[in-house]
């Protein structure tokens, strides 16, 4: 028989190259699961929040996941944003991770079961202000390792009207990578919330030469209210999302038909459960959700949880190789995989279609060598937003 409590009796929390937020929460019963608070760039006050809000867990039955989670919610009179949602998306991710394992089951099967056996996924294929020739070579090095969709940056921080041939630079580069990689990859670009609005109209309009696969943050999460009409613009499906932080956030820009694909970040958007009702959001309009992901195996680990189980599931965002995950790294070993343990790196391996196989281990399904994560911390994390500006010298969102 099952103890009566999993009792929490311990939540850990780290900082770790390149730049992300680890947490272990540790059961009576020897359990322990794995969890990420990330705000890159913010660490030091987001851990802050995970260290305050643990009040609420610890001494609590840790399978009682969505009460507690929901509680320390509704409890807390000030919630919500970047902060408050990313600890306490990585504490209940974790609690995830306990109950799958406390049943012996993924947590994809806790959530309904899976609907497919394995999720495409894409790499990111820089773009970031380098040549056409560069982004070129870039793109076509990701292929050869397997990618069969990309996601590159579409541009250069655009002035309110492009008067500094930013939009000429975008086409220039994105004609290079197609021709790089084919017509048969899917190349999708990520505005990064880089225009205005009108700018990212015609934008829009300039890069449809390529058949990209969808235009991601076309501008920033402040100006939403603008998706329907850039929508309405273009052929080309409208992704957003990495920068919202509540279902109902969501469930704003599906009633205003606003975009296509709706990309919840799970760390930002506080977990796993949230992530599901946003699929059930996308599933019951007719649209997809391509998790926001360029983070550790745990966030990622967490996001295939969700598009498995989820009809409106399709393409899952995967950071191996992106140039932020390499801030300090150290060693042979692919920054990205360092803290998973070594036999479970085959978790990880494409197959020809460029599709991952969706793991039934129990809970998230990938085992973290938490001494190693431990080692990491000793070094900390320096990573920074990049510094960007325009010609003119105003500061632009990277």
């Not at 699961?33 to 760039?41: A, C, D, N, S």
């Not at 990309?150 to 004609?175: E, F, H, Q, S």
């Not at 399709?314 to 803290?339: C, F, M, Q």
């Not at 036999?343 to 197959?351: G, I, K």
Request: aromatic fraction near 8%.
């Amino acid at each position: 028989m099952s103890d009566p409590v999993l009792k929490i009796e311990r939540i850990e929390v780290v900082k770790v190259p390149p730049r992300w937020g680890l947490l272990r929460i540790q059961a009576a019963n020897g359990l322990e699961g794995f969890g990420e608070y990330t705000v890159e760039g913010q660490l030091d006050s987001t851990a802050a929040l995970v260290t305050e809000l643990s009040r609420y867990f610890i001494g609590q039955d840790a399978r009682d996941v969505k009460r507690l989670v929901r509680g320390c919610f509704d409890q807390s009179f000030y919630h919500g944003g970047p902060h408050y949602m990313s600890a306490l998306g990585g504490i209940e991710i974790a609690l995830w991770d306990i109950l799958g394992k406390s049943v012996n089951l993924p947590i994809h099967r806790l959530l309904g079961g899976k609907v497919r056996d394995k999720v495409k996924v894409y790499r990111w294929a820089g773009g970031n202000n380098n040549s056409p020739g560069a982004a070129a070579e870039e793109a076509a090095r990701v292929v050869s390792e397997g990618a069969r969709a990309i996601k590159m940056n579409a541009c250069p921080p655009l002035a309110a009207i492009d008067t500094y041939g930013g939009i000429r630079a975008a086409v220039d580069r994105a004609r290079a990578v197609r021709e790089a990689v084919g017509p048969e990859v899917d190349i999708a670009f990520d505005f990064h919330g880089r225009c205005n609005v009108p700018m990212a109209k015609r934008l829009a309009r300039e890069l449809e030469f390529a058949n990209p696969l969808f235009y991601e943050e076309p501008v920033r999460p402040d100006y939403n209210r603008w998706l329907p009409d850039i929508a309405g613009s273009t052929h080309v499906p409208i992704a957003t999302g990495e920068r919202m932080y509540t279902v109902a956030e969501f469930s704003d820009v599906v009633a205003n038909r606003g975009a296509h694909i709706l990309q919840p970040d799970l760390v930002h958007v506080g977990g796993i459960s949230n992530a599901a009702e946003i699929a059930a959001i996308a599933e019951a309009n007719g649209i997809a959700i391509a998790p926001h992901c360029p983070l550790s195996p745990i966030a990622f680990m967490a996001c295939l949880q969700v598009v498995a189980q989820s009809r409106a599931g399709w393409i899952l965002e995967w950071s191996k190789g992106i140039h932020y995950n390499a801030s300090g790294a150290t060693g042979e070993v692919d920054p990205w995989l360092r803290y998973v343990e070594e036999s479970d790196w085959p978790l990880f391996d494409v197959d020809a279609s460029g599709h991952l196989p969706i793991t039934d281990r129990p809970g998230l399904g990938v085992n973290m060598n938490w001494k190693e994560i431990q080692r990491a911390a000793e070094t900390g994390v320096v990573w920074r937003d990049e510094d960007m500006s325009l010609p003119d010298g105003t500061r632009a969102n990277w």
